[in-house]
């Protein structure tokens, strides 16, 4: 999905009706917003957290330095980690590194829905909705944590759901 797509989706559950003017710019499409009273802003984590600012949702940027961090983190390992890798190889391991990430956690900071966490979504859906039943319990983790983010009010919209099954359909028998 174009980052700019990705925008109009927060924008839209941050519950912003703006209409705000997306383009994109250069070989790797970076987005791009102009703003009506203001220069314009690049870069898709400038962008989102402007809309998250906007939208007076700051929460979602975090409550203290460590939280904070925390996110800036996983926004930049969505930048530089999952955009631009398109094979399934490489997101295989994404997904591998994630699913231990999330062993013992709900949100990417812990418990609190943060913007990390939609980016993240919003950038994992495309390999996500490709997973095989087997893959999908192979990352419960990465599953759990997606299912929980696809099911939170506003993020998906548009987007396919993805299903996952509740119970384990291979039981060892012995």
């Given at each position: 999905?174009a980052?700019?797509?990705e925008?109009k989706?927060l924008?839209?559950?941050?519950?912003?009706?703006?209409g705000?003017k997306?383009?994109?710019?250069?070989?790797?499409?970076?987005?791009?917003l102009?703003t009506n009273?203001?220069?314009?802003?690049?870069g898709?984590?400038?962008?989102a957290?402007?809309?998250?600012?906007?939208?007076?949702?700051?929460?979602?940027?975090?409550?203290?330095?460590?939280?904070?961090a925390m996110i800036q983190?996983?926004l930049e390992?969505?930048?530089?980690?999952?955009?631009?890798?398109s094979?399934?190889e490489?997101?295989?391991?994404?997904?591998?590194?994630?699913?231990?990430y999330?062993?013992?956690?709900?949100?990417?900071t812990?418990?609190?829905?943060?913007l990390?966490d939609?980016?993240?979504?919003y950038?994992?859906?495309?390999f996500?909705?490709?997973?095989?039943?087997?893959?999908k319990e192979?990352?419960?983790?990465?599953s759990?944590?997606?299912?929980?983010?696809?099911?939170?009010p506003g993020?998906?919209?548009?987007?396919?759901?993805?299903?996952?099954i509740?119970?384990?359909?291979?039981?060892?028998?012995?």
């Open positions: 999905m980052a700019a797509a925008l989706l924008e839209k559950s941050l519950g912003l009706s703006k705000n997306y383009s994109a710019q250069g070989e790797r499409q970076i987005p791009v102009q009273n203001g220069p314009s802003l690049t898709l984590l400038t962008i957290t402007h809309l998250v600012k906007q939208a007076n949702k700051e929460h979602f940027l975090g409550s203290t330095a460590e939280e904070k983190q996983w390992y969505r930048v530089t980690r999952v955009d631009g890798h094979n399934k490489n997101a295989h391991t994404l997904l591998k590194d994630l699913n231990s999330l062993e013992d956690k709900v949100d990417l812990g418990y609190n829905l943060t990390a939609i980016l993240l979504y950038g994992l859906h495309r996500i909705v490709d997973l095989t039943v087997q893959e192979k990352y419960l983790n990465v759990r944590w997606f299912c929980h983010i696809q099911h939170y993020i998906r919209q548009h987007l396919s759901s993805v299903v996952f509740k119970n384990r359909l291979y039981a060892n028998s012995h």
